[in-house]
C-alpha cells in the first residue's frame, strides 16, 4: 500500500523551515527522499538507513520514529529553490519492489 | 555519461490504438520500473522487472504490458484496453544491491495524450 504523506501542501516564506512525514502501514527498512520540479523527473535528496544513519543533503535532514513506521523530512532555512513536490520512496523487504509516497507540495515564496 | 533515455518526450495516442514508449539504461541496473503520474498526484507502479525475462506486476497493471529481453531495455506498451491513458510516464532503474537497497534513477518521461 502506498505510504501516506503529510502535509498534502504547504506554503513557507524564505527561511522558514518545513516538516514533511512518511507513514507507512508497514515498518520502513530504508527510505529515499526525493523532490520533483514541474514537468520533470523527481531528483534523489537523500537516503535514511534502518539504523538511521543518513546523509544531509544542504540544510535538508530526516529521521524515523521509534516504529520505524514513519519518516519524517526536515527542511531548515528553507530557499525558493526547495520549491517542488517532495516524495519518499522505499522498497519492500524480500521483493524489488519499489513505491512512492503520496506526495507533498511545498512553496517557497521569497 | 551514464543515465536512462526515455522516448519520446511527447506522444499522442488515437483511441484504441496500441503505442510502446522506450526505456533504455547504461547503469548497468538489474531493477527497472515503471511509474504512471497523474497531474498533481503521486507516482503509480505499473510494472517492475528484477531479471531479463521476467518482471512483475505493480499497483495498476491493468491496460499495459513489458518485456525485458534486453538488461538494458524495458519498454511499455499502452495497449487499448487502457482507458484513461493520458498521463506522465516515468520509468526508473535501480542498483538493490547493498543496505536498504539503492535509490531510484529517472528518465527524463514522456508525456502521452490521448487524442
Redesign the interface.
Same mark, same amino acid.
Given at each position: 500500500q502506498?505510504p501516506v504523506q503529510s502535509p498534502q501542501a504547504v506554503i513557507l516564506r524564505e527561511g522558514e523551515d518545513a516538516v514533511i512525514n512518511c507513514s507507512s502501514s508497514k515498518a520502513l !527498512?530504508?527510505v529515499?527522499w526525493?523532490r520533483q520540479k514541474h514537468g520533470?523527473?523527481?531528483v534523489?535528496l537523500m537516503?535514511l538507513? +534502518?539504523g538511521g544513519e543518513q546523509m544531509r543533503h544542504e540544510k535538508i535532514s530526516a529521521s524515523f520514529n521509534e516504529k520505524k513506521q514513519q519518516s519524517s523530512l526536515y527542511l531548515t532555512a528553507s530557499q525558493l529553490s526547495y520549491s517542488g513536490t517532495y516524495?519518499c520512496?522505499t522498497?519492500t523487504s524480500g521483493?524489488? +519492489? !519499489?513505491?512512492?509516497?503520496?506526495?507533498t507540495?511545498l512553496k517557497v515564496l521569497a | 555519461d551514464g543515465g536512462i533515455t526515455q522516448s519520446p518526450k511527447y506522444l499522442f495516442r488515437k483511441e484504441g490504438q496500441n503505442v510502446t514508449l522506450s526505456c533504455e539504461q547504461n547503469l548497468n541496473h538489474d531493477a527497472m520500473y515503471w511509474y504512471r503520474q497523474d497531474p498533481g498526484q503521486g507516482l503509480r507502479l505499473i510494472y517492475y522487472s528484477q531479471i531479463v525475462n521476467d518482471f512483475q506486476k505493480g499497483d495498476i497493471a491493468e491496460g499495459y504490458s513489458v518485456s525485458r529481453e534486453k538488461k538494458e531495455s524495458f519498454p511499455l506498451t499502452v495497449t487499448s484496453a487502457q482507458k484513461n491513458p493520458t498521463a506522465f510516464y516515468l520509468c526508473a532503474s535501480r542498483s538493490v544491491g547493498g543496505q536498504g537497497g539503492a535509490e531510484a534513477f529517472f528518465g527524463q518521461g514522456t508525456r502521452l495524450t490521448v487524442v
Open positions: 502506498q !527498512y530504508s529515499h526525493y520533470e523527473a523527481p534523489f537516503i538507513l +534502518k516524495f520512496g522498497g521483493t524489488y +519492489k !519499489y513505491i512512492f509516497g503520496t506526495g507540495r | -
